[in-house]
């Protein structure tokens, strides 16, 4: 197995660019529930300004891994490095997070635009400008006084994504954003991290969906058992991955994991 | 007296609807000592309930929102406070109020005021519970998100009461139904004194114990008639709110 301080270096040789500056990283990360190791000793560096795809089976440690790296949680051993230094709150407040399920307040789409902005210590004329600019990137704003909870899920997600981008963060963390829209809202979400990415925004999501990572990767994490098993180009990674987890998992043998490799199941495999 | 006249077997039910008839020929008359009953009630139950939500509100969104050393004690004592008998209520606010009481000299003993307090004293707790059940619950779906968005403390519990707004209706509808049907502390604190400290709940006790059912019925009446138009109240509101998925 790799050792995770030599991953992302593979990474750039593979590609054959210099590596860019690292925004997050991780040191030695560790999580554990009840001595349960969750997250085993991960070094890792995301790249500035690139998009990185986390993948795994179920159970592999990805939406911990984001969460742990966001600061939601706090490692057992081990750190989170914001730009090479210990996470803290400046750096928190650079970082955006999208979850799976989009959580609205109960207020209208501009009121949740509002109190994202507000908490940010936007105030005035310059907060205004930016819930229109977030209404107008989210396509919403015929819907703007509509209550926040009544709309459909794509529209949900489409104003949590620009909920997050309105804070104008330097790395949005994503996790599964897609995963219970249909194809048009997909799409819609996609070309929303698109124009993120190009307007220089560090894009870290987690997706279960291949087609969608060769999309939006630039590379690719693969997790497996609380550790990253495999780290490369996207293409790479999913047209031919070398460690056997993401093998197996591309190959549909890998569904779940329980945390603990020694007894991640595969279908068939009802033990 | 009225049951006492029996002419025949149906007396009692007879009986009990002449008083009816009469209770609601007084109603209907806008008996002014009536008026003044029910408008003293409804000033001491409301500025009770105000000040209850007052503290309750923010206390029990508090206990709701965070993780703190001794926070399931408080939810304990909350809780059981929730139970406060209201006689015990009533004798302990009467021991601070008397002459010879600590809060003596400022003579509130037999004043609305004192049953205004009496009465916060009993649905403080019941606010302050069923806020901290409502903020609990809203609080579990939006901690991630908030998290991220690195809301403070202090805008966490705002945001919270504020999204709850149209649950906290009902606590503070749940408050007013305590408060408003109280009788054993109000009685004690106040004393029933006419035009000074009598409210239906006392007067309904009072002439009752006089025979005097017609008083009696009317302000019953009464009673079940606002805690009714009360509660529709309530539930219309939360019926539009919870169409715009607010609630």
Not at chain 2, 32 to 56: F, N
Not at chain 2, 165 to 183: I, K, P, Q
Not at chain 2, 217 to 224: F, P, R
Request: overall charge positive.
């Amino acid at each position: 197995m790799l050792k995770p301080a030599d991953l992302m270096e593979t990474v750039w040789k593979e590609t054959g660019e210099a590596a860019p500056p690292a925004i997050v990283g991780a040191r030695g990360l560790s999580y554990a529930v009840d001595r349960r190791p969750l997250i085993r000793d991960i070094g890792l560096e995301i790249p500035a300004g690139r998009r990185t795809v986390v993948m795994g089976a179920n159970g592999a440690g990805k939406s911990l891994l984001l969460r742990l790296l966001h600061g939601l949680i706090s490692p057992t051993d081990g750190h989170v490095l914001w730009k090479g230094r210990p996470l803290d709150a400046a750096g928190r407040r650079a970082q955006a997070m999208v979850f799976q399920r989009p959580v609205m307040l109960r207020r209208s789409v501009l009121a949740n635009l509002q109190f994202a902005l507000r908490v940010h210590g936007l105030r005035g004329p310059a907060r205004r400008a930016r819930e229109r600019s977030a209404l107008a990137l989210a396509r919403l704003e015929h819907l703007a006084g509509r209550p926040a909870r009544v709309l459909s899920g794509g529209e949900q997600q489409r104003l949590a994504v620009a909920r997050a981008l309105a804070c104008e963060p330097e790395l949005l963390f994503l996790d599964e954003p897609t995963a219970s829209l249909d194809p048009a809202s997909t799409h819609a979400i996609e070309s929303l991290i698109q124009e993120a990415h190009a307007a220089g925004v560090t894009i870290v999501m987690v997706t279960h969906d291949r087609a969608q990572a060769l999309r939006l990767g630039d590379h690719v994490l693969f997790m497996s058992g609380g550790r990253i098993v495999e780290s490369g180009p996207a293409a790479r990674v999913l047209d031919a991955p070398r460690s056997e987890a993401a093998q197996a998992w591309l190959e549909g043998r890998l569904h779940f994991e329980t945390g603990d490799p020694e007894r991640s199941q595969a279908p068939g495999d009802n033990t | 007296m009225f049951f006492f006249r029996k002419t025949g077997e149906n007396a009692p039910l007879d009986g009990f609807g002449s008083i009816l008839a009469e209770a609601v020929g007084l109603i209907l008359a806008w008996d002014p000592d009536l008026i003044e009953i029910i408008a003293l009630s409804l000033r001491v139950t409301l500025t009770a309930v105000a000040i209850a939500c007052l503290i309750g509100l923010p206390l029990g969104a508090a206990v709701g929102a965070f993780r703190f050393p001794g926070r399931t004690v408080v939810t304990v004592v909350l809780n059981a406070l929730m139970g406060l008998p209201p006689v015990v209520v009533g004798l302990m606010v009467y021991l601070m109020l008397s002459a010879s009481g600590p809060l003596g000299p400022l003579q509130l003993l037999y004043t609305p005021t004192a049953m205004v307090i009496a009465q916060t004293i009993l649905v403080t707790p019941i606010v302050a519970a069923l806020t901290k059940q409502v903020v609990e619950d809203l609080n579990r779906e939006y901690a991630e998100q908030f998290a991220s968005m690195g809301v403070g403390p202090l805008d966490r519990v705002g945001a919270l009461l504020w999204d709850a707004r149209y649950s906290l209706l009902t606590v503070a509808l749940a408050g007013f139904g305590r408060a408003v049907a109280e009788v054993g502390a109000v009685i004690i604190v106040g004393g029933n004194i006419n035009h000074v400290t009598r409210v239906m709940t006392t007067t309904i006790a009072l002439e009752t114990s006089k025979g005097n059912l017609q008083l009696a019925l009317a302000l019953g009446v009464v009673l079940l008639t606002i805690a009714l138009i009360v509660n529709a109240a309530v539930m219309a509101i939360r019926a539009s709110a919870v169409r715009a998925a607010y609630a």
